[in-house]
């Protein structure tokens, strides 16, 4: 059945894929719309460079999220084909109304009307879809979009085929992978044919390693503090605390992890296995990629960080080729993204989070802490500063509206947590918009429904619970 699966979304991205072929061939500009984390970044990335080596010309623009004001305003423009790559599953309503020819290639759950049978393999069940548009969305298939394949993986699907092929641009739909935490347990379903296809074009190796970043770049007693996944307790957002632990096992801690005799490089690996198995393991690599952006976490991280900084424009150079000044640039954003974690990993020390019944909730309205929340969140349950069997909401106020980012664990979704129809179904009744994923979601809603919002959500996680453990 798996298999059944995974070639039904095959063929609805060769569909994609046969659409944007005849468009470049008529010399149309195509119109990409994308998401501006790491995964969107790498989505719209690797489509343009694919047009590209087409000898297509394309027009992007990168927004934060797909409102449906945003679709209204690209009706009017005079395009022949739009794609939007890791968003656009939750906008169906208004993207039938394009006139234009769409490609959706996202990995987000989809609008109740677009869900399919997940036992079945046509694609047209239920769907409302117009035949202008094609849907490249795993869960239409009944393939997991949270854990199976991102957005980045669904667009490498759509120009997977494109001329002689685009087998080399697979480490690409990786990065988008690792940007929504997919890979760190090694890679399952749909990213597993990407890593295949990378191996098999040569732009992809793997070797087993330790995770720690910047081993090339930061100090020891940094590369461990700013290692967010795999999260090492006690060492991940504490400078002073990886100090401490370097000098106990008699390891300089102002040295590079590059720069460690083989030997020193053994008994770091043995203190950390200790702290966290998962430390060791595959590590995913572009061979011929620049130093820095060799290993696929690595590029994921500073894809993230203009993205977080708001140079989406930066992120998007780089996937398509530049380096130099600009990759310099990136760096030092991922620098001070990594110091704003540190900084939010010490609040939440101080804070905590406010409990409810069966979710719990941080909130800031410091300027730096609305840009860490949600990663803050994650990572400060999986280090044990938070409690790990309620899901959590990070609120951070924006005008009037507050914006939410909702984190859960794996065991959690497994006792029927949804996150991603929980936020989306508790923001319509306040006016606001959300979904996502089961263990990561997001939404927007207005700042004086905030307390209604938790409320809600809370007795929206409980029945979820409930109805699960019936």
């Not at 094609?134 to 979009?145: K, L, T």
């Not at 632990?245 to 490089?265: M, R």
Request: charged share 25%.
């Amino acid at each position: 059945m798996t298999h059944k699966k995974q070639h039904s979304l095959l063929n609805k991205a060769s569909e994609a894929c046969d659409m944007l072929s005849r468009h470049i061939k008529e010399e149309h500009v195509i119109r990409i719309v994308s998401h501006n984390d790491a995964d969107g970044l790498s989505a719209a990335g690797l489509i343009a460079k694919a047009i590209t080596e087409e000898g297509g010309q394309f027009h992007t623009t990168i927004v934060p999220r797909l409102k449906a004001e945003i679709v209204k305003e690209l009706a009017h423009e005079r395009y022949e084909l739009f794609i939007f790559s890791d968003m656009g599953s939750a906008c169906l309503d208004y993207i039938n109304r394009l006139k234009a020819d769409v490609i959706i290639a996202d990995h987000h759950q989809p609008n109740e009307t677009e869900k399919n049978d997940e036992n079945s393999d046509n694609e047209n069940t239920k769907s409302n879809i117009n035949a202008n548009v094609v849907h490249v969305n795993p869960h239409i298939f009944g393939i997991n979009g949270t854990t199976e394949i991102s957005g980045a993986g669904t667009s490498y699907l759509t120009v997977r085929d494109l001329g002689e092929g685009k087998k080399h641009l697979a480490p690409l739909a990786l990065v988008g992978a690792f940007g929504d935490m997919q890979g760190q347990d090694g890679f399952i379903g749909v990213n597993k044919v990407i890593v295949e296809d990378g191996k098999e074009a040569g732009s992809l190796e793997i070797h087993e390693d330790l995770k720690i970043v910047s081993k090339t770049q930061e100090p020891l007693y940094k590369s461990l503090a700013y290692t967010f996944s795999p999260s090492l307790p006690g060492l991940t957002g504490d400078l002073e605390g990886s100090i401490g632990f370097l000098e106990k096992a008699g390891l300089s801690y102002g040295i590079k992890f590059s720069d460690l005799e083989d030997e020193e490089k053994d008994v770091l690996k043995d203190e950390l296995l200790k702290l966290n198995p998962k430390i060791f393991g595959d590590v995913y690599s572009i061979p011929k990629e620049n130093p820095i952006l060799r290993n696929l976490e690595e590029y994921s991280s500073i894809l993230d960080s203009c993205g977080k900084n708001k140079k989406t424009g930066l992120g998007l150079s780089i996937v398509l080729g530049e380096r130099g000044e600009a990759l310099d640039v990136a760096i030092k954003f991922q620098t001070t993204y990594r110091e704003q974690l540190i900084k939010g990993m010490e609040w939440i020390k101080r804070e905590g989070s406010t409990q409810l019944e069966s979710i719990q909730y941080i909130y800031s309205d410091d300027k730096v802490l609305k840009s860490v929340m949600g990663t803050i969140s994650s990572v400060g349950i999986s280090v044990g500063l938070l409690v790990e069997d309620k899901p959590i909401l990070s609120m951070a106020r924006m005008h009037n509206d507050v914006k939410v980012s909702g984190r859960t664990t794996k065991n959690m979704v497994k006792k029927g947590v949804d996150l991603g129809k929980a936020l989306h179904d508790s923001s319509l009744s306040f006016g606001g918009q959300g979904g996502g994923h089961d263990i990561a979601a997001g939404a927007m809603i207005p700042y004086k429904e905030m307390d209604n919002f938790l409320n809600l959500v809370n007795d929206m996680v409980e029945y979820q619970i409930n109805a699960k453990a019936q």
